[in-house]
């Protein structure tokens, strides 16, 4: 299962086994590796924090507690690999096992979501299409 931590006002954190796709459909097993992907859409090392979220204020003020739902299509799953592939100028599309944690420890689980990427989310850590405006 990935596991996602929510770090406040800061990135993503992912530990565990998925395959990632780039925005130019390059493929890479990360086998495990602890990732932190920039959900303040103004890193330089994109879709990598670099700590820019440090140079302004961004406030995250997540909410696992609501109800979520992705209603594109799911990624094709290798195995019951989960898959992660950053959309261009969009959010992470992930299909397959997930939880998020926030720093409350308050738990989402499910296998189908996209999170913000661009900063601008109203329903932060999920996409609600606000990078259709930012981009």
Not at 22 to 34: I, L, N
Not at 64 to 85: F, I
């Amino acid at each position: 299962m990935l596991k996602i931590k929510l770090i406040a006002n800061g990135p993503f954190c992912f530990k565990g086994s998925f395959v990632y796709i780039d925005e130019q459909t390059v493929s890479r097993d990360t086998k495990g590796d602890s990732l932190a992907f920039c959900r303040c859409g103004r890193t330089n090392t994109a879709p990598f924090c670099d700590g820019s979220h440090q140079s302004f204020s961004f406030s995250t003020q997540d909410q696992l507690k609501r109800e979520y739902a992705v209603s594109n299509e799911t990624l094709n799953l290798k195995d019951g690999t989960t898959v992660v592939a950053a959309i261009e100028n969009g959010p992470l599309h992930i299909s397959g096992t997930l939880s998020l944690v926030d720093e409350k420890h308050t738990t989402w689980q499910g296998n189908h979501v996209k999170l913000c990427r661009c900063g601008s989310s109203k329903i932060k850590p999920f996409c609600d299409g606000a990078h259709k405006e930012v981009f």
